[in-house]
């Protein structure tokens, strides 16, 4: 449904309650329930997630020695960037984190920039498919869902773990995780392990939600948005207000959230690095 239709049946609050529920197999009935899969999160993130394969397949096909397209240009910038920033944090072979680091760059880029889209497109579609009875909720950004982040930011807490392990031994990370930072002393081992614990699940918590926190934040200042539309038809006043605000404060928004949705993928990516390239460290 659009801004203006909405307002007509729900209340503001309602309207953005509304676009704020994922499209799930069944109702969650409790904060923490695994058994609820947000079906829109998994196909935008999924989706992303081959387009992004497709981006680097495609450049990788089409690189040529001679003078560069546009596009090729743009991704040798890209992988430059990865390189430069990875080669500075991490102390060892980079064969694959450094792939790994722009994979991660371009896909969240790409999920974070799908918040771009006008908010009641996705309804809009469901809507002229003839689906509003089987999808009736969706959202389309799966950044703003706190279930991608914290799992996106699961798996980089994986690849800590493992390269916490590959690089310095399964001897060298328990001696690690029981002797620092405090010292050796036996005494000192359950402060150790449980500050160390305490420090990578702060680490995995921080990196989903600060990813969440800002693409959220952005989602509902687009609805919020949106909502000066349903102005339109109230008075001439209101016309003129919700006019102005719709198209004036929705522009300069979206002008500033291109900048938010690429600082956001920058900063996810970089945090990634700086993790791996402690895990390379000894302590």
Same mark, same amino acid.
């Given at each position: 449904m659009t801004a203006d239709t909405a307002t007509h049946t729900l209340n503001p609050s309602g309207y953005i309650g509304h676009?704020?529920?994922?499209?799930? +197999?069944?109702?969650q009935t409790s904060i923490v329930d695994f058994s609820v899969w947000h079906i829109?999160?998994?196909? #935008?993130?999924?989706?992303?997630?081959?387009?992004?394969?497709?981006?680097? $397949?495609?450049a990788a096909r089409r690189a040529t020695s001679g003078v560069p397209s546009r596009f090729q240009c743009a991704i040798e910038i890209l992988v430059e960037m990865v390189e430069s920033q990875s080669k500075s944090m991490i102390h060892g072979s980079r064969r694959f984190i450094a792939p790994l680091a722009l994979t991660v760059f371009l896909w969240v880029a790409l999920m974070n920039a799908?918040?771009?889209?006008?908010?009641?497109?996705?309804?809009?579609?469901? =809507?002229?498919?003839?689906? *509003?009875?089987?999808?009736? +909720?969706?959202?389309?950004?799966?950044?703003?869902?706190?279930? *991608?982040?914290?799992?996106?930011?699961?798996? %980089?807490?994986?690849?800590?773990? $493992? $390269?916490?392990?590959? %690089?310095? =031994?399964?001897?060298?990370?328990?001696? !690690?995780?029981?002797?620092?930072?405090? =010292?050796?002393?036996?005494?000192? #081992?359950?402060?150790?392990?449980?500050? +160390?614990?305490? !420090?990578?699940?702060?680490?995995?918590?921080?990196?989903?939600?600060?990813?969440?926190? +800002?693409? $959220?934040? =952005?989602?509902?200042?687009?609805?919020?948005?949106?909502?000066?539309?349903?102005? #339109?038809?109230?008075?001439?006043?209101?016309?003129i207000f919700g006019f102005a605000g719709h198209v004036l404060a929705g522009s300069l928004w979206a002008i500033f959230h291109i900048l938010v949705v690429l600082l956001q993928a920058f900063i996810f990516m970089m945090l990634t690095l700086v993790y791996?390239?402690?895990?390379?460290?000894?302590?």
């Open positions: 676009h704020l529920q994922n499209f799930s +197999n069944k109702p829109d999160t998994l196909f #935008w993130s999924v989706l992303m997630g081959l387009v992004t394969i497709g981006v680097l $397949y495609f799908l918040d771009l889209l006008p908010v009641d497109l996705p309804a809009k579609i469901i =809507g002229w498919l003839g689906l *509003a009875s089987v999808i009736p +909720n969706h959202r389309i950004v799966p950044t703003a869902d706190l279930n *991608a982040t914290l799992g996106i930011a699961l798996g %980089v807490l994986l690849l800590m773990l $493992y $390269y916490s392990v590959k %690089v310095k =031994g399964l001897g060298g990370f328990t001696r !690690e995780l029981l002797s620092a930072p405090f =010292g050796k002393h036996p005494a000192l #081992w359950p402060f150790n392990l449980l500050l +160390n614990v305490i !420090e990578y699940l702060a680490k995995t918590i921080s990196l989903g939600m600060r990813l969440f926190g +800002n693409m $959220y934040a =952005g989602e509902l200042l687009f609805l919020l948005i949106a909502l000066l539309g349903s102005l #339109w038809s109230f008075s001439l006043d209101a016309s791996l390239g402690q895990a390379h460290d000894s302590h």
